[in-house]
């Protein structure tokens, strides 16, 4: 059964660092296909994508307000995908979700339909 868990929210400062950790059961990092996304929704908007990687290829994708300050890899070993947040900013602050779905990180991969699991999510707030 396709699962993943969220980790490594907290509170930083603007301008500060955070990682965070989605971790997967269910796949099969080394011939499975399959995108896994972080989208993130913060208070009164709508949940928004934030950034995906693709298995087994590796391909990456970036929405515009995270381009240059964000980053996403994995470690096959661990079943576990990690987005690096960098110059964190306020308007960054919301609820961090992975979801994991059987497409590509090619076009526009922030459907909410293409993923059929999802985290709890992990709160991220950025106040000084």
């Known amino acids: 059964q396709l699962q993943v868990v969220e980790s490594g929210g907290g509170l930083v400062q603007p301008g500060g660092s955070l990682t965070l950790s989605c971790t997967t059961s269910g796949i099969t990092w080394d011939w499975d296909y399959y995108a896994i996304t972080w989208f993130r929704q913060a208070p009164g908007k709508e949940r928004e994508g934030v950034s995906c990687i693709s298995v087994p290829s590796g391909n990456t994708d970036f929405a515009d307000p995270v381009k240059v300050r964000f980053a996403i890899s994995r470690d096959n070993a661990k079943n576990t995908v990690y987005l690096q947040m960098n110059n964190l900013k306020p308007w960054d602050t919301g609820v961090y979700y992975c979801?994991?779905?059987?497409?590509?990180?090619?076009?526009?991969?922030?459907?909410?339909?293409?993923?059929?699991?999802w985290g709890q999510g992990t709160q991220v707030t950025v106040s000084s």
């Open positions: 979801a994991a779905g059987r497409t590509w990180c090619t076009g526009n991969p922030y459907y909410e339909d293409l993923y059929s699991a």
